[in-house]
């Protein structure tokens, strides 16, 4: 199979994903977050994941370097690292909730905080693009899989993402907080899944794009910056929910 029907493919799933968890949402409206809630947070997940990181770079050198295989093959582990945060989160999310009073503020203003910070990283003079061709040693299957999961445990962007951002689309009149968190979580993993699956197919294309190119990468990094900032000042704005 070619690679324009790859990424055909991986376009149909990121669609269906989205679309399954939009359809779960609207049919159950107890224990699950509201339709703007969900299109609100797909938007800062795909930010996110569209903001350079050490899961970006890694991806793109090992796609770039070893092919798109190499490339998916790592994007496994770093999703196991998705499942890993999105589950300790949401138990931790809905403990803390319910026990500290004024826990909703101190992550509401930590994650908008940490969006300016990302916002300033993505438009910050001399910032670099993660599409740069590096040679690297050649890794097997196990290994490449081993570095995707420990490379998203030891991210702080997506460290920051469940125990700083999640909280902020967690409406507990909606119902139970767990079950908000398990859902806005597997939205987080399917929007960066999918985009990262993408990612590492055209690696190589993007990367003798954006070199010749020098113009679009900043704009991509300006649209980012814009975006993330943007975020962070509704986040730090809205009002405390009861």
Sequence with gaps: M?????????????????????????????????????????????????????????????????????????LGGVALGFVFYMLCAAFGITALLFAVPFAYDALRFAGAAY????????????????????????DGPA??????????LLNPKIAMLYLALLPQFIDPAQGSVLAQSIVLGAIQIAVSVSV??????????IAAFLAAR????????????TLLAGFAVKMALEARRT
Aim: no cysteine.
């Design 214 to 225: 020098p113009f679009w990468m900043l704009a991509q990094r300006w649209l980012m910056g």
């Design 115 to 138: 969006l300016l910070w990302l916002a300033w990283q993505a438009v910050r003079p001399g910032g670099q693009s993660p599409f740069r061709i590096n040679k690297v040693p050649v």
């Design 2 to 74: 070619g690679r324009p029907h790859l990424r055909h493919l991986g376009g149909l799933l990121f669609l269906a994903i989205l679309g399954t968890f939009a359809a779960s949402a609207h049919e159950a409206r107890t224990d699950m977050p509201s339709t703007t809630t969900f299109l609100a947070f797909a938007a800062v997940a795909l930010g996110m994941v569209l903001t350079p990181g050490p899961n970006m770079i890694y991806l793109i050198s090992r796609s770039t370097s070893q092919g798109s295989l190499a490339g998916l093959v790592a």
């Design 196 to 205: 990262n699956a993408l990612i590492a197919l055209a690696a190589g294309t």
């Design 143 to 152: 290994k490449l899989f081993a570095m995707g999961f420990l490379t998203n």
